[in-house]
């Protein structure tokens, strides 16, 4: 059974550092992975989407590397901003029926 | 991108009640549609799949008579709360997608509370 494992639960940093968000999967049998942001009670925005094939996927000051055979992915966010605070969560896309398979989260505040 | 509409945002109820969240793709062919739960500080977690005509295939441990899917069009699927309750309450979220393997696209979610 696929397990996705996020670390930290929560981090804090000042404006402007880079931090990078950890993501495990058990089962290295994926279709796909994706990293998401949750902002408080509202619903799930993708922010990257990797293929089983790729190794990583950049947009903007964001950037997501995925390495299959160890079971880790990792969201690299450069020059934080008090607007990236959010849950960021990894989600792992494996079988048939496509549906996708969630971490708890990684809740980042930036403080300005 | 694709758009996924979900009503409503928040709703909240007397318990024994019943509650109708629907999930619209409103700019493709939605012809798998997932239901997800998020209780407090807990991951998403899959509820139910459902195809286009076909019944819902729902997760272990979660009750079907309970939380009725329909999944009747291409672009509409509903998830409906019979005789909700206080455990109920939780943020409830759909995802849709077109082809197998395609992008899964969000509606923004519902937050329901049971009183």
């Known amino acids: 059974k696929q397990e996705v494992t996020q670390i930290p639960a929560a981090l804090s940093v000042p404006e402007g550092e880079n931090l990078v968000l950890n993501c495990s999967f058990t089962?290295?049998?994926?279709?796909?992975l994706q990293w998401f942001r949750q902002d408080p009670g509202k619903g799930l925005t993708s922010l990257l989407l990797?293929?089983?094939?790729?190794r990583e996927q950049t947009s903007g000051r964001l950037n997501a590397s995925l390495d299959k055979s160890s079971g880790r992915s990792t969201l690299y966010i450069a020059a934080s901003q008090p607007g990236d605070s959010a849950t960021y969560l990894c989600?792992?896309?494996?079988?048939?029926?496509?549906?996708?398979?969630f971490g708890k989260g990684t809740k980042l505040s930036v403080k300005p | 991108g694709a758009v996924v509409s979900q009503h409503p945002s928040r709703v909240i109820c007397k318990s024994g009640t019943s509650v109708k969240i629907e999930c619209r793709s409103l700019?493709?062919?939605?012809?798998?549609m997932f239901w997800y739960r998020q209780f407090p500080k807990q991951s998403l977690m899959l509820m139910a799949t459902?195809?286009?005509?076909?019944?819902?295939?729902?997760e272990q441990g979660v009750e079907k008579d309970k939380f009725l899917i329909n999944h009747a069009s291409l672009t509409l699927s509903t998830l409906t709360v019979t005789s909700a309750h206080p455990e109920d309450s939780s943020f409830y979220i759909c995802?849709?997608?077109?082809?197998?393997?395609?992008?899964?696209?969000f509606g923004s979610g519902t937050q329901l509370s049971v009183l």
């Open positions: 700019d493709f062919q939605a012809t798998t």
């Open positions: 989600a792992v896309h494996g079988g048939s029926q496509g549906n996708l398979i």
């Open positions: 995802s849709a997608r077109g082809a197998a393997n395609e992008k899964l696209f």
């Open positions: 459902s195809n286009e005509g076909s019944k819902a295939t729902y």
């Open positions: 089962d290295s049998a994926i279709y796909n």
């Open positions: 990797i293929q089983s094939s790729q």
